[in-house]
C-alpha cells in the first residue's frame, strides 16, 4: 500500500498529479501562506472517464484508440496471465513488512479493515513511506475506529497530523469518518463508485486501493509508482498527465489487475515502482516482469544496433501505427537518450517553479510569565493553507519589503496589545518549500522583558511554554 504523481515518483512517497484527490486550491492568508515527493509516493495521474473491461467506452476513447498502436499494450492473455504471476511471486517473496499491510491482513471485520486501508493511504500521499509509519502506528493507537476519529476534535487531529504536510488530508479524512459514522450507519461503501462517490477527499485512486486492498474488488489503481511501471513496460513516452495517457494507464491497470488477488496485485505494481522500478538507476536484474518490459527491449535493441552499426540495423520490433503520430510515444522533441536507459520512460513532466512570497514573523515571548516563559501563537483560518494550525504572528510582505516594522509591530499589537517597538529584534530568515511556493520567513523577536505579564488573550490566540509549542499543531515551518 504504498505510492502519490505529479512527476517521476521516487522510492520514499507519493507523487499526486494535477487534479489531485481532495486536494484544495490555497492561498496565502493574511498572516503568510502544501510539501511533497518519492515511493512512497502514492500519487495519483488525473482522474478521467471510466475506461475498464466491462464499462461501456466513451465515444471520445473509440477515436483516441485510433491513434494508438498495439505495441503499447498487451495483446493476449498469455502475457496478462506471467505479469500477473512474475509479479505477485516476486511480491510474496519480497513485499516490505509495513504496519498498514498487517493491519489489513490481520482485520476481519470489513470497516476497520477499510479504515485502516483509508488512512495509509491518505498519509502516504505525497508523503515517504519511512515518514508514515510513525504517524500511522500512532494514528490507529489514537483512534483505531471510525468511530473514535469522528468523535475526535479537529485541534486533535490537526496535532497529531503537525509534520507530515498536505494538512487537509487530516481534516477530510476526519470528515469522512463522521460522515459514515452519522450518515451510513457507521459501514464504508463497498466498492470503489459509492466510495469516490460518498466519501469526502476520496479520489478514483484512494477508492480503487480501498476497494482493492480491503473489499477485494477487481479494481486497477494507477499512482505515481504504477505510472512509471505500466510506462516502462509498455514503452508510453507520452506525457503520462496527458487525458490520452492517463485513460490508457487506467485502462492497462484494469487489463492487469488480478481477479484472484485485487489488493495484492495492486500492492505489488506499487511496491515494483517503489522498490525495483525507480526513477533513476531501476534495478532492472531483479524485476519480475523485465521480459515482458518493452523498455528493456529497447535498451538491448539500441545496444545491439550500435554495435551492428556496419552492418546495417538489426530488424527489431517499434511502434508503428496505422496513421498519424501514435499518442502514447515520445515527442519528436524528445529523442532516444542513450545514457538514460529504460529512464527515457516516462515522460518527466515539466514542472512550474514555485512562486516566490516573503512574509515576516516574530516571536513574541512572555520570559517571566507565570508558570515559566511563554510564547504567542495565533490561529489560522479554518480554510486555506495550513487551515487551523496554530504560528507565530505573521505578516505577508512585498519582496521589496524586507524590513517591515511597522506593519509586523500592528500586527503583534493586535494580539498582545501595546508593545515595546524598541525590542524588535531582527534574527534572520528561514525558507520553507511548499510545492507550490516558496516562502521566505523574515523572523523577529521580541521579550516583553519588563512588562506586566499579559493573562488574557483574544480568541484565536494563546501563550504556550516551548515544550507545548513542540507538542501542538503547528506547521514545519513554525518548528524551524
Not at 488512512?119 to 483512534?143: C, D, F, G, P
Not at 459514515?180 to 477527499?201: D, F, N
Not at 507565570?370 to 505573521?394: T, Y
Not at 520567513?441 to 505579564?453: D, M, N
Amino acid at each position: 500500500v504504498m505510492r502519490k504523481p505529479r512527476a517521476a515518483v521516487g522510492s520514499g512517497h507519493r507523487k499526486q498529479a494535477a487534479s489531485q484527490e481532495g486536494r484544495e486550491k490555497h492561498t496565502l492568508g493574511s498572516s503568510q501562506a502544501k510539501p511533497s515527493a518519492p515511493d512512497g509516493c502514492a500519487g495519483t495521474i488525473p482522474e478521467c472517464p471510466e475506461v475498464s473491461a466491462g464499462l461501456a467506452r466513451q465515444p471520445e476513447e473509440v477515436v483516441l484508440q485510433a491513434s494508438i498502436s498495439p505495441y503499447h499494450l498487451f495483446r493476449d492473455t498469455a502475457e496478462v496471465t506471467a505479469f500477473r504471476g512474475n509479479l505477485l511471486s516476486w511480491y510474496d517473496r519480497e513485499k516490505r513488512d509495513l504496519p498498514w499491510r498487517r493491519q489489513a491482513e490481520d482485520e476481519v471485520d470489513l470497516d476497520k479493515r477499510a479504515y485502516a486501508v483509508w488512512v495509509s493511504e491518505v498519509m502516504l500521499q505525497q508523503t515517504q513511506v519511512a515518514t508514515v509509519i510513525n504517524y500511522y502506528t500512532r494514528w490507529m493507537q489514537k483512534w483505531p475506529t471510525l468511530q473514535d476519529l469522528a468523535s475526535a476534535s479537529l485541534e486533535e487531529v490537526n496535532q497529531l497530523w503537525a509534520g507530515l504536510g498536505y494538512y487537509s488530508r487530516g481534516r477530510r479524512l476526519q470528515e469522512g469518518a463522521r460522515k459514515v459514522v452519522e450518515e451510513l450507519g457507521g459501514h464504508m461503501p463497498r466498492t470503489a463508485e459509492t466510495l469516490q462517490q460518498l466519501l469526502p477527499g476520496v479520489g478514483r485512486y484512494t477508492a480503487g486501493a480501498i476497494a482493492s486492498i480491503a473489499f477485494g474488488q477487481a479494481t486497477g489503481v494507477v499512482d505515481g509508482n504504477v505510472v512509471r511501471v505500466l510506462c516502462r513496460v509498455r514503452a508510453i513516452g507520452a506525457d503520462p498527465s496527458s487525458t490520452v495517457v492517463s485513460q490508457q494507464l487506467w485502462s492497462l491497470a484494469q487489463q492487469l489487475v488480478d481477479p484472484a488477488r485485487p489488493g495484492d496485485f495492486n500492492q505489488a505494481a506499487m511496491e515494483l515502482g517503489a522498490t525495483v522500478c525507480t526513477p533513476q538507476r531501476p534495478h532492472c536484474s531483479q524485476c519480475p516482469v523485465q521480459n515482458l518490459c518493452r523498455a528493456r527491449q529497447r535498451v538491448e535493441q539500441e545496444q545491439l544496433s550500435a554495435s551492428q552499426s556496419l552492418l546495417g540495423s538489426p530488424d527489431i520490433e517499434k511502434c508503428a501505427p496505422n496513421t498519424g503520430q501514435c499518442q502514447l510515444c515520445p515527442p519528436p522533441t524528445q529523442p532516444w537518450d542513450q545514457t538514460l536507459g529504460v529512464a527515457n520512460f516516462p515522460r518527466k513532466a515539466s514542472r512550474r517553479p514555485p512562486r516566490e512570497v516573503c512574509s515576516a514573523t516574530c516571536v513574541l515571548e512572555q520570559p517571566r510569565a507565570l508558570g515559566g516563559a511563554r510564547i504567542l501563537l495565533v490561529q489560522r483560518p479554518k480554510s486555506g493553507l495550513l487551515a487551523g494550525l496554530w504560528e507565530f504572528p505573521s505578516v505577508t510582505l512585498e519582496p521589496s519589503e524586507k524590513h517591515q516594522y511597522k506593519a509586523l509591530m500592528q500586527e503583534l499589537q493586535s494580539w498582545a496589545g501595546p508593545l515595546p517597538a524598541a525590542g524588535l529584534q531582527h534574527l534572520g530568515e528561514v525558507v520553507h518549500i511548499f510545492s507550490h511556493i516558496k516562502l521566505t520567513y523574515q523572523v523577529y523577536s521580541l521579550a516583553l522583558e519588563g512588562q506586566t505579564p499579559v493573562t488574557t488573550t483574544p480568541p484565536g490566540a494563546r501563550w504556550l511554554t516551548r515544550e507545548e509549542f513542540h507538542t501542538a499543531a503547528v506547521s514545519t515551518a513554525m518548528k524551524k
